[in-house]
């Protein structure tokens, strides 16, 4: 996973995502949990963590095409 990869949300996320959408990753950061950012559906930059996400309740993000 790196800058320019895509996340997918799972159902059950947060008004201003969209489920099964995805989103295009930035800032990401591998220290500790990684994290990274997304614009989400309202045209924001949201910080999000790959496992455990707030923003999908805790969830975790689908990394698209994951080898």
Known sequence: MRN????IAPVGCKKYLTAGKEYKITDIDRNGRVSFNIVDD???ETFCLLEGCA?????????????
């Open 55 to 67: 923003h999908l309740y805790g969830k975790d993000w689908i990394i698209k095409n994951k080898k």
């Open 4 to 7: 320019g990869s895509k996340v």
């Open 42 to 44: 309202l045209g924001s």
